[in-house]
């Protein structure tokens, strides 16, 4: 069993910055794959970013993020980040981290992200 608990998210202006963490209870060393996902008011959840082990392209993203957004994972740590980078308003969401481990699906809580203009 594998918690997840999302932190960083906020309000930033059009432009900023910010990094979400998200901290895993147990080891996620050898997952299938980590990622970020965000589900906007009245939208369905869509994939932002994901690492997938042995995937033949690494880190995966969005369209509308890549450039823009870095996904990362400290297996040490037992940590997956999202560097978020030039923010625009329609990145506002609530940002969850998921993790395949072993064809187990965990979900963070989330995170509320809010860009202004």
């Known amino acids: 069993q594998v918690q997840l608990v999302e932190s960083g998210g906020g309000l930033v202006q059009a432009g900023g910055s910010l990094r979400l963490s998200c901290a895993a209870s147990g080891s996620i060393f050898g997952s299938n794959a980590v990622g970020w996902y965000r589900q906007a008011p009245g939208k369905q959840r869509e994939l932002v970013a994901e690492?997938?082990?042995?995937?033949?392209?690494?880190?995966n993203y969005a369209d509308s993020v890549k450039g823009r957004f870095t996904i990362s994972r400290d297996n040490a740590r037992k940590m997956v980040y999202l560097q978020m980078n030039s923010l625009k308003p329609e990145d506002t969401a609530v940002y969850y981290c998921?993790?395949?481990?072993?064809?187990?699906?965990?979900w963070g809580q989330g995170t509320q992200v809010t860009v202004s203009s």
């Open positions: 690492i997938i082990r042995g995937g033949a392209t690494n880190p």
């Open positions: 998921r993790v395949n481990l072993f064809g187990n699906i965990y």
